[in-house]
């Protein structure tokens, strides 16, 4: 059976990695949406104070399947 997907844009955050913030994206994102299928790092960037990495930041692309 053939599928529809919707693909959003997350940015998820983390004071510890970006493997954390992708993860807290997914995770946050799973919370209000069912059938995740695929996540995909579009940018990875962090936030700087004082001369010293705050955070962590991961834009994913997430899909799901759409159901109409």
Known sequence: MDS???IIDVVG???TSWED???NAVETAGKSLEDLRV???VKLDLVIEK???V???ARV???FKYRA
């Open 21 to 23: 913030a992708a993860k």
């Open 4 to 6: 529809i997907y919707k």
């Open 51 to 53: 001369a010293k990495v």
């Open 13 to 15: 955050t983390s004071k």
């Open 61 to 63: 692309n997430i899909s």
């Open 55 to 57: 955070a962590y930041r």
């Open 39 to 41: 996540g995909e790092i």
